[in-house]
T-cell receptor, first 111, second 115 residues
Framework: RKEVEQDPGPFNVPEGATVAFNCTYS??????FFWYRQDCRKEPKLLMS???SGNEDGRFTAQLNRASQYISLLIRDSKLSDSATYLC????????????FGTGTRLLVSP | DGGITQSPKYLFRKEGQNVTLSCEQN?????MYWYRQDPGQGLRLIYY???????QKGDIAEGYSVSREKKESFPLTVTSAQKNPTAFYLC??????????????FGQGTRLTVV
């Protein structure tokens, strides 16, 4: 089993739609979780951290479910500019913060 | 401003040649990483380093080598032993857990093409 798993998609949605991605992780001791956005041929950029209590940033909401070992990203009112690949990143709880990436979920928002 | 810099952005290499990709950070981060990304694929870990003069193999280390002589620098050499080196290479860094949030910073990437 992979350490971090994501549905590669693509998710094709119309503008204005709400879309949700999940990411499962296998290491129950993982401590930190993030969603990154990667545009084609560019480096990943931090979209948001994922906290135990859940967090929201504008149209984006991230949640963590430790019992089921998954994190989620919800995008409301999708924009054309949201089209990208969304990477889930999990970090372990040792002194060394090893990054483990999911393969990413591709989102395509159409007019 | 602090950040992480990769160079060059584009690199062309002839088959059989070694080539070195540069990665420098001024964030005072302890850990540095090299990833490879192929078209339509996720990031695969090549090597990582927790501290100076120490590094570990990732999932796809064969055909690659690294050094960590300085905290700021983590160069990656793609050797002629790497069978299919054409890819997008990303360098990243994170602080030590007790020195700050775990957010990873990325360089802009180096696109290597073997001709």
């Amino acid at each position: 089993r992979k350490e971090v798993e994501q549905d590669p998609g693509p998710f094709n949605v119309p503008e204005g739609a709400t879309v949700a991605f999940n990411c499962t992780y296998s290491n129950s001791a993982s401590q930190s979780f993030f969603w990154y956005r990667q545009d084609c041929r560019k480096e990943p950029k931090l979209l948001m951290s994922v906290y135990s209590s859940g967090n929201e940033d504008g149209r984006f909401t991230a949640q963590l479910n430790r019992a089921s070992q998954y994190i989620s990203l919800l995008i409301r009112d999708s924009k054309l500019s949201d089209s990208a690949t969304y990477l889930c990143v999990v970090i372990g709880n040792t002194g060394f913060q090893k990054l483990v990436f999911g393969t990413g979920t591709r989102l395509l928002v159409s007019p | 401003d602090g950040g992480i810099t990769q160079s060059p952005k584009y690199l062309f290499r002839k088959e059989g040649q070694n080539v070195t990709l540069s990665c420098e950070q001024n964030l005072n981060h302890d850990a540095m990483y090299w990833y490879r990304q192929d078209p339509g694929q996720g990031l695969r870990l090549i090597y990582y380093s927790q501290i100076v003069n120490d590094f570990q193999k990732g999932d796809i280390a064969e055909g690659y080598s690294v050094s960590r002589e300085k905290k700021e620098s983590f160069p990656l050499t793609v050797t002629s032993a790497q069978k299919n080196p054409t890819a997008f290479y990303l360098c990243a860094s994170t602080p030590r857990r007790d020195r700050g949030p775990a957010e990873a910073f990325f360089g802009q990437g180096t696109r290597l093409t073997v001709v």
